[in-house]
């Protein structure tokens, strides 16, 4: 048996699955079948040629439905704008196969719904990338946190400062398009949401205190095809932001409150997820800034020895051992990485290989939903002038415990 895989996007997260995918079979052991790298899709049929070439897949398509109608191949990532993941996840899922979405599931409540319908209906396999979970300091931290170490979380603090947005001359794209939420709130403000639970091990009941800003209020029209934040020439015609490049709001987990960040225009942070959580027993920080590494502080240090101390992340800690192949402490890691981790994940479960502690199965289409339901509280506590807003309950699969 083998699995045939696609990539359905060739800009800068398709990039990132596609060399997520040959390296699959390199991570955590022999067991994974073959997987042949088969297709990768994108309608600009020069990004699909050169993704093809670079990460060895056997040809391109420039159009998804060529991948859908494919018998050979089985597992298929949707790494396009969140507006086009709906039509794309639902037809391959319809065709029968396996398919990991990229964060946001969608653009809007209504196409998430009908994704969730979507893979509940489905035999095959249908999650989502939620790919900070498989960073290895913070999957470090959340385990401290849940073993009891460090008692019970008491706040939480998190930010994601991005700068990708901040030359004004830098051309508008699908990212700038929709009302306001569906900017940095949902493209690095998704990500530290779900990282908030994750952590302090709680979902969020309500949002209040949401505030909405656009820095830049138009953008240059490219004048070429534009991948990931820049990369095209840019014509003297202008169009409208219409999302936030500054999103802010209070967070209450029911117990445990937090403040939460996130901006595409905070100058100096070229990508940087960022959290402290304080907690009875000592506290713990992040920042992807230096991803090979976290804070750790104990309260039961001696009385003027209390400090943070550096961890250098290493094999004792989350996805190193065996999930690099030079598994020592101190070597690194990066973004990239995640994807690794993420994508073999899902092809372990594809293959139906079991669900283990060292490599927890990918986050499904339901806790998917419930990511965008924050963004929408977020939203309306914006619309109501930072007035509380529910979040429905839920219970996400990454705060379950795998045996
Ligand atoms: N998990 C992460 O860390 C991470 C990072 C970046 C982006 N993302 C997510 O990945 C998705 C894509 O983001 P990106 O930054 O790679 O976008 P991008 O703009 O860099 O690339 C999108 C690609 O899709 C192609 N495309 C457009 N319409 C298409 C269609 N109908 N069929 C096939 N291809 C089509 C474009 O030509 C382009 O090459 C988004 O959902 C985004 O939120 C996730």
Redesign the pocket.
């Known amino acids: 048996m083998s699995i045939g895989v696609a990539v ?7 990039r990132g699955h596609a060399a997520a995918y040959r390296a699959a079979t390199s991570l955590y052991g022999s067991d994974l079948p073959e997987v042949k790298l088969i297709s990768i ?4 049929a020069q ?1 699909g040629l050169a993704a093809a070439k670079r990460f060895g897949f056997e040809r391109h398509d420039s159009d ?1 439905r060529a991948i859908a109608d494919d018998p050979n191949i089985h597992a298929v990532s949707v ?4 507006s ?2 709906r039509e794309i996840v639902e037809g391959l899922l319809a065709a029968g196969k396996h398919v990991l979405c ?3 599931l969608s653009d809007t409540l209504e196409d998430a719904r009908s994704m969730v319908a979507a893979a509940n209906n489905s035999k095959t396999v249908a999650r989502i ?1 939620l ?1 900070f979970l498989r960073n290895p300091a913070i999957a470090a931290i959340q385990k401290i946190i849940s073993s009891g170490q460090l008692g019970k979380v008491l706040h939480f603090t998190g930010n994601y400062w991005a700068d990708y947005s901040c030359d004004p001359m830098s051309p508008i ?2 990212r700038y398009k929709g009302g306001m939420g569906t900017g940095a709130l949902a ?1 690095v403000g998704s990500h530290i949401s779900y990282v908030a639970e994750f952590i302090t091990g709680q979902t969020f009941k309500s949002v209040s205190g949401a505030r909405f800003v656009t820095s830049i209020t138009e953008r240059p029209i490219p004048s070429g ?4 934040h820049s990369g095209a020439t840019v014509s003297d015609k202008m169009d409208s932001v219409e999302n936030d490049d500054y999103a802010g709001f209070i967070a209450d987990f029911g117990g445990t409150a937090g403040a939460i960040q996130v901006s595409r225009v905070a100058a100096g942070h070229p990508t940087s997820l960022e959290f402290e959580v304080y907690c009875e027993k000592g506290s713990a920080r992040f920042t992807q800034a230096r991803n090979g590494e976290f804070e750790l502080l104990l309260n039961d240090d001696p009385y003027g020895q209390r400090g943070f101390r550096t961890v250098q992340v290493g094999p004792s800690h989350p996805y190193i051992a065996g999930g690099l192949p030079v598994d020592a402490p101190g070597v690194g890691v990066g ?1 990239n990485d995640q994807f690794f981790f993420q994508n073999r994940a899902f092809l372990q479960e594809v293959a139906g290989l079991a669900e283990t502690a060292e490599l927890p199965y990918c986050a499904n289409f339901e806790d998917g939903l419930h990511n965008m339901e924050i963004i929408e509280a977020v939203i309306q506590s914006g619309l109501k002038s930072g007035a509380s807003a529910t979040v429905p309950a839920a219970n996400p699969t990454y705060l379950k415990k795998v045996k």
Not at 8 to 14: E, L, N, R, V
Not at 79 to 82: K, L
């Open positions: 359905i996007g060739a800009g800068m997260a398709g899709g994108d309608v600009n990004f998804w790494v396009v704008a969140n086009l993941h990229e964060k946001p990338g790919t794209s699908w493209d095809a534009v991948q990931g973004q």
